[in-house]
């Protein structure tokens, strides 16, 4: 019987991980669900899971459970006695309790690519005890598993291309927000959807695979896949490659770390190959998402960019959600903010939490200056 904490139990990655759970009750038990805040589906999910501990941002009153808040409760979470702490939470209010999970050595799951790509400068060294569920990453850590570390020429990571790929650029301008809502392969929160989109989720990526694999940026490719069948593929220095396969379903992920290095049946879609026929690959499309290179460009770069770039997408994102802004200039927000920014290189999560509020700062008077 293994323990889990489900940190983010509402969202999109939290209710599959749930799923998976009811599939296995003798497998599997949830001692801890965490959300921002109390909600229907939350008590739901107490109702049905009977967790010993529920963690919110504001103190609520439970029957029956041991409530952990604020600040103070993510730390006695992070302390708890639980085999597999999932992190489902979106965006970067997934930093901290990454990091506090990590610093104190548990086994964490996590779907949280802002998290890994803001901590990478300073918390690298931890990143042996994370298993990915972001399924490009959860493809290649399957992928790596066939070959020597050393031996491996490149890694590729597949994107779908989003529900622009085919879009004349002339018509960027007019993107609404329901139109980038609706991923043709995948289901997801709101915030990786819209980065899907524009590419720079798979810029994300990138980076979130160089500090997850350690591996240098030039050994990381990205092709336009958009059958979404293989989900990520690794090259060996003889030309060889071994590439993940399967329907697009977050599930697979999520059961395979969960229950690694066993693998268990969650009654997903057998792959049927004369049903899928062609495969089809396209270079990326940087005209159409510049996102997709600049998020690699500040990759490189390294230091308090990946931080930079993070806050400032998932801003500009928020912004487009409102319609605050058109589609195209979320990268242009972004880039803005990039050239502004100027910090001394991360050393501790201290300066990490301070990149991110003055990259709030700046960007609030960028896009003062863009919506006047
Ligand atoms: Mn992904």
Known sequence: MKTLAVLGSTGSIGTQTLDIVRKYPDKLKVKLLAASKISKTLLKQIEEFKPEYVYTVEKVDIKGVRNLYGEEGLIQLSKLDID???????GIAGIKPTYLLLKENKKLITANKEAIICLGEILKEKYSSIFPIDSEHSAIFQCLLTGRKK????????ASGGPFREKPLEEFEHITVEEALNHPKWKMGKKVTIDSATLMNKGLEVIEAHYLFDLPYEKID???????????????????????????????PIAYAISYPERWDIEAKKLCLWEIKNLSFYKPDYKKFPLLKIAKEAGKKGSFYPTVLTVADELAVNEFLKGH???TEI????EKVLEVANFQKPQTLEDIM?????????FKDIILKVLN
């Not at 597999?84 to 979106?90: P, R």
């Not at 990205?222 to 599930?251: C, K, Q, W």
């Not at 990268?331 to 972004?334: I, Q």
């Open 331 to 334: 990268p242009v927000l972004v």
């Open 84 to 90: 597999l702490f999932i992190n489902g939470i979106a």
């Open 222 to 252: 990205v092709v336009i896949h958009p059958d979404s069948i293989i989900h990520g593929i690794v090259e060996f220095v003889d030309g060889s490659m071994t590439a993940n396969l399967s329907y697009p379903d977050m599930r697979i």
């Open 151 to 158: 031996d491996v020429e490149r890694i590729v990571l597949t």
């Open 354 to 362: 301070f990149i991110i509020t003055e990259t709030e700062k700046v």
């Open 325 to 327: 802004i058109k589609f």
